[in-house]
């Protein structure tokens, strides 16, 4: 028996009727609805459960439950949705995700979730840039944390679910065009998996991992990108990468943690240098006549929150985090090269405490500020990819049978910008339509695949390559090259040059990956797994970038200095990345399907 052979018989084998990879919210949403009826699922997360990166979302779930203001409903959400996304969305997910929104946020509080209340026992909902009434439901600055709890529970008391924690997935197993398993390795024993499915749901999140910059946990490496390509699933959308506005700038080593949204909900303001509230400048031709344009209309709306208009504080995201960019290039930038964001000055230090304990805690101990009475240094971190694998708005179905994608790793709702809060809304609404469709697929299914170990021999060699003697190349400073890469090359400001020379940059830098090594031992050792993780940031960095060199215009989350203005005639263009027959990347463009005219019109007018 060959040494592959030894390890292939030694692998941890499961079978299960559905594979959920990862258990964020979108995870355990998709985990809770796949098991109805007794069926069998597995849901693997790279980290423990409960440790999601969805507990870092703050600042609340959007849904159009008009409990703080009755005006609002699943029109205006759907209207919001789609302009904040630069028209570029997907109308029919943006459709169903503004209509079920609100009956997954109601089912998530009888689950156990403690929203905050108005004054009258109804769920309190705060504003965010780009809606247009008070819209998220939250606990404090903790939304997200308590969403994974309530789901936590849940899941823990379904009998036929089963969790594989600190387990990370890194091969999908497919025959024809179906998905009939996938591979991957226990980081706490080091033993490797195998996992046979009749159905798979990605639930991995993001990408931000490839940036140094950014408000992403170490989970958000782009596996669930680099999966579905590996096995031939289409990708949209990737160039569209949103910054969020305010991270921290100071000290820098927290430099890119997220301040959340929610600061400017409750009522923060943004000054540069000069003290001058600089935002009023930066109200685009979409949103005029929505947001206030002077102080005064800003102090009016902050003490009637029905006074009908935003302040521009609550742009979208795209829009504040270039205006911030544009402030510290002229050189009215903070100290730190930012902007200052202020709510010392709006609310009282009680209502501070009580309304973003996280914020006042976060800045107290990390930057030795009291949010209660000096401003905070803030400036644009790398948040979220609204890019992803193509999926079925109504299924979530990709192009490969039995694999399904939720959330941030799916692509489509939210065009080329993602309304804050639009998030933890997205994971219930999509994450249950992919735990139904999977599980009915898997019905469909009457036994699993054999897995031979011609198909696992490869995939064991290439996990374990790494262990070679021959292997020197540090994979920590081959994942801060890419880091640099990313963000001198295709970062928030980006041009056909940069991007030609960093797609180049990454090719060679993916065969200089090949010689990754990892010290010896396979129990808890980060080197091996970040020379694994390696191979996934790499692979969606370069879809990345080929999407963004082939955009030529700026849209969203995509932003061209040689083509600076927005072409009207590429909304409804998709740039489709697939893997070609050389493994490498093959992008083609597609038209969108047309807006129905009654969508058409509510995007168009009004409030009902």
């Not at 409960?50 to 959400?77: P, Y």
């Amino acid at each position: 028996m060959t040494d592959l052979q030894e390890e292939i018989k030694k692998m941890e084998k499961y079978d299960a009727d559905v594979l959920v990879v990862g258990a964020g919210g979108a995870g355990l949403r998709a985990a809770i609805e796949a098991s109805n009826a007794n069926t069998k699922v597995i849901v693997v997360t790279k980290s423990l459960l409960g440790k999601a990166h969805t507990v870092m979302a703050e600042g609340g779930a959007a849904a159009a439950l008009g409990m703080k203001d009755e005006r609002d409903n699943w029109k205006v959400h759907f209207r919001d949705t789609m302009r904040g996304g630069k028209l570029h969305g997907n109308w029919k997910m943006a459709e169903i995700h503004a209509k079920q929104a609100p009956q997954r946020i109601l089912e998530l509080e009888k689950w156990g979730a403690v929203f905050d209340r108005t004054t009258d026992g109804k769920i309190n909902q705060r504003n965010f840039g780009g809606h247009k009434y008070p819209r998220l439901a939250h606990v404090g600055d903790r939304t997200g944390l308590e969403m994974i709890r309530a789901l936590q529970d849940h899941v823990v008391h379904e009998d036929n679910v089963e969790v594989l924690m600190e387990t990370t997935i890194t091969h999908l197993i497919k025959k024809e065009n179906r998905v009939i398993g996938a591979v991957g390795y226990r980081r706490d024993s080091g033993n490797l998996v195998l996992v046979r499915a009749k159905a798979i749901i990605l639930g991995t999140g993001g990408i931000g991992k490839a940036y140094k910059i950014t408000s992403n946990s170490w989970e958000y490496t782009g596996d669930g990108h680099s999966l579905a390509f590996n096995v031939g699933a289409d990708i949209i959308d990737m160039e569209f990468v949103q910054f969020h506005p305010t991270g921290m700038v100071y000290p820098s080593s927290v430099k890119g943690i997220l301040v959340t949204e929610g600061v400017r909900g409750e009522g923060g303001i943004l000054r540069n240098s000069e003290g001058e509230r600089f935002m009023f400048r930066y109200i685009p031709k979409m949103f005029e006549g929505e947001y206030a344009t002077t102080e005064e209309e800003a102090k009016r709306w902050l003490a009637d929150n029905n006074s009908g208009r935003r302040p521009p504080e609550l742009l979208t995201r795209d829009v504040v985090a270039k205006a911030i960019l544009s402030e510290v290039k002229a050189g009215r930038g903070s100290t730190h090269g930012g902007a200052y964001l202020d709510i010392a000055s709006q609310r009282s230090p009680e209502y501070i405490k009580q309304k973003l304990p996280s914020m006042y805690h976060q800045f107290k101990t990390l930057a030795g500020l009291d949010i209660t009475k000096e401003p905070m240094e803030v400036g644009p971190t790398t948040h979220y990819i609204m890019g992803g694998i193509r999926v079925h708005p109504e299924t979530q179905s990709t192009t490969v049978s039995g694999l399904y994608a939720a959330g941030e790793v799916s692509a489509g709702l939210h065009g080329a910008n993602r309304l804050g809060g639009n998030s933890l809304s997205d994971l219930l609404v999509f994450g249950a339509l992919a735990g139904e469709h999977a599980r009915n697929y898997s019905n469909t299914i009457s036994k699993y695949e054999e897995i031979d170990n011609s198909i696992l021999e490869p995939i064991v060699n290439e996990l374990l390559e790494p262990f070679k003697g021959e292997k020197t190349e540090n994979p920590y400073l081959l994942h801060r090259e890419l880091q640099h890469i990313m963000g001198d090359f295709v970062g928030i400001i980006r041009n056909e040059k940069d991007l030609t020379d960093g797609i180049e940059q990454i090719n060679k830098l993916i065969e200089k990956s090949k010689s990754a090594g990892a010290k010896q031992g396979r129990k808890y050792n980060p080197s091996w797994h970040q020379a694994l993780d390696l191979k996934s940031m790499l692979i969606t960095s370069l879809l990345l970038a080929h999407a963004a060199l082939a955009r030529k215009e700026s849209r969203g989350g995509h932003t061209r200095d040689d083509f600076p203005e927005t072409n009207k005639e590429l909304t409804q263009i998709l740039y489709v990345l697939q893997k070609d027959e050389n493994d490498g990347i093959k992008i083609h463009e597609e038209k969108m399907e047309d807006l129905p005219d009654e969508l058409h019109q509510i995007i168009q007018g009004g409030d009902n």
